[in-house]
């Protein structure tokens, strides 16, 4: 590896188009950009929502990788192209090994490679589990805002599933201005719950943290409501417990059963993404026949296109779009390039000229 360099070089020959130089970005360059930003990559992710919206971006569905062997353990595939200002193409390659957990090391790992969309050329390789937990927080704090608008400001928050992703979602519920009187955590593992509740009462702004047995009595107590577990399929079947409407952003998508999605109001990130892979929104296409439960995307809501009932449990199920991780990972990039602290592998393409 180089010194690190000012900026981007290009090593191509004299006369042939520019090659990009190859940049590699770890994952504590990554968090030195991310940190306290929070308000800045909401307002990213939220920009590539619209970008979504208006059809200027492409975002195949993802490829899942299982292993007959290791059934619980999956790599995704997030191919995925941002048109607009920030031009960028790329892929998320992530992994979750739930098994992980018990030997004390997090369950997702993940690099993203931009591409030039110029050349194709890979360049840069980001850790990013960091930018996937950011990007899945900073989505759940502009659903959480713009799907409590119509209805009073939620004050006590719950987590069902009391790991990384929740601690991210707390983070940026808090960074982008929210505070609660009360805070509540669910977790089937006791370890987990306690995990977090420490998190919570060092951060210092989490009001009244109580750590719940079940999940009927944290639902019943909370008006913003986090799924983060790794459920694979549905454990909650009560629409009873939600009759408070409350928002709900239900981010491991797997958790909520048809019955309990039927009795609220659907917000998707993207239609034909989240109606698949087993997610309650899928299980409930496949129970009723049809898309009549959902609502609109979260672009929808932005736009003004549809309006959400305060009078009903409003439900957020994200898919997770590859083209938040290149919005968020081009804004990492282009921070570092700006620092002069890219990390460039000199050399990393050998190859440049066709004939030798
Ligand atoms: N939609 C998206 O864009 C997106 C993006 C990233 C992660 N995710 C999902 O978020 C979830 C959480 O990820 P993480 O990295 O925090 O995982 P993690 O393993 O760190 O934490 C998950 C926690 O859920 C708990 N849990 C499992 N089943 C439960 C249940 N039925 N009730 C209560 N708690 C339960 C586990 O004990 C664990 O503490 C995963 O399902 C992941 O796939 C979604």
Same mark, same amino acid.
């Given at each position: 590896?180089?010194?690190?360099?000012?900026?981007?070089?290009?090593?191509?020959?004299?006369?042939?188009?520019?090659?990009?130089?190859?940049?590699?970005?770890?994952?504590?360059?990554?968090?030195?950009?991310?940190?306290?930003?929070?308000?800045?990559?909401?307002?990213?992710?939220?920009?590539?929502?619209?970008?979504?919206?208006?059809?200027?971006?492409?975002?195949?569905?993802?490829?899942?990788?299982?292993?007959?062997?290791?059934?619980?353990?999956?790599?995704?595939?997030?191919?995925?192209?941002?048109?607009?200002?920030?031009?960028?193409?790329?892929?998320?390659?992530?992994?979750?090994?739930?098994?992980?957990?018990?030997?004390?090391?997090?369950?997702?790992?993940?690099?993203?490679?931009?591409?030039?969309?110029?050349?194709?050329? !890979?360049?840069?390789?980001?850790? %990013?589990?960091?930018?996937? #937990?950011?990007?899945?927080?900073? /989505? &759940? $704090?502009?659903?959480? @805002?713009?799907?409590?608008?119509?209805?009073?400001?939620?004050?006590?928050?719950?987590?069902?599933?009391?790991?990384?992703?929740?601690?991210?979602?707390?983070?940026?519920?808090?960074?982008?201005?929210?505070?609660?009187?009360?805070?509540?955590?669910?977790?089937?593992?006791?370890?987990?719950?306690?995990?977090?509740?420490?998190?919570?009462?060092?951060?210092?702004?989490?009001?009244?943290?109580?750590?719940?047995?079940?999940?009927?009595?944290?639902?019943?107590?909370?008006?913003?409501?986090?799924?983060?577990?790794?459920?694979?399929?549905?454990?909650?079947?009560?629409?009873?417990?939600?009759?408070?409407? !409350?928002?709900?952003?239900?981010? %491991?998508?797997?958790?909520? #059963?048809?019955?309990?999605?039927? /009795? &609220? $109001?659907?917000?998707? @990130?993207?239609?034909?993404?989240?109606?698949?892979?087993?997610?309650?929104?899928?299980?409930?296409?496949?129970?009723?026949?049809?898309?009549?439960?959902?609502?609109?995307?979260?672009?929808?809501?932005?736009?003004?296109?549809?309006?959400?009932?305060?009078?009903?449990?409003?439900?957020?199920?994200?898919?997770?779009?590859?083209?938040?991780?290149?919005?968020?990972?081009?804004?990492?990039?282009?921070?570092?390039?700006?620092?002069?602290?890219?990390?460039?592998?000199?050399?990393?393409?050998?190859?440049?000229?066709?004939?030798?």
């Amino acid at each position: 590896m180089s010194a690190v360099r000012p900026a981007p070089e290009h090593a191509a020959p004299a006369g042939t188009p520019a090659v990009p130089s190859f940049a590699v970005i770890p994952g504590d360059e990554v968090k030195n950009v991310l940190e306290g930003r929070e308000k800045a990559v909401v307002e990213v992710v939220e920009a590539t929502y619209r970008l979504h919206g208006a059809g200027r971006t492409v975002n195949p569905p993802s490829y899942f990788l299982r292993f007959p062997d290791r059934p619980s353990s999956r790599i995704i595939a997030l191919p995925a192209s941002l048109g607009g200002e920030n031009q960028v193409d790329g892929l998320k390659w992530i992994s979750s090994f739930p098994a992980n957990v018990e030997s004390g090391i997090p369950r997702a790992s993940a690099v993203l490679i931009l591409n030039d969309p110029g050349t194709g050329y !890979p360049y840069a390789c980001l850790e %990013s589990s960091i930018i996937s #937990a950011v990007r899945t927080a900073a /989505s &759940a $704090a502009a659903a959480a @805002d713009r799907l409590s608008s119509g209805r009073p400001r939620p004050t006590r928050l719950g987590f069902v599933g009391a790991g990384l992703i929740a601690r991210y979602i707390h983070t940026y519920l808090e960074g982008t201005g929210w505070s609660f009187d009360a805070v509540g955590v669910h977790d089937l593992s006791t370890d987990s719950a306690a995990g977090f509740r420490t998190y919570l009462e060092q951060s210092g702004a989490a009001g009244r943290v109580t750590v719940h047995g079940s999940a009927e009595e944290l639902i019943r107590n909370s008006d913003l409501i986090v799924f983060a577990t790794v459920a694979d399929r549905p454990h909650i079947d009560e629409p009873s417990w939600f009759r408070h409407n !409350p928002v709900v952003l239900h981010v %491991s998508l797997r958790d909520l #059963a048809p019955q309990v999605l039927l /009795s &609220a $109001a659907n917000v998707v @990130d993207d239609v034909d993404h989240c109606l698949r892979a087993a997610t309650s929104p899928a299980l409930t296409e496949d129970l009723t026949g049809n898309r009549d439960f959902l609502l609109g995307t979260l672009d929808d809501v932005m736009a003004g296109r549809v309006t959400v009932p305060a009078d009903r449990p409003v439900v957020f199920s994200p898919f997770g779009l590859g083209v938040l991780d290149l919005a968020v990972g081009k804004f990492v990039y282009e921070e570092v390039a700006r620092s002069g602290e890219l990390r460039i592998i000199d050399n990393f393409f050998h190859e440049l000229r066709r004939h030798g």
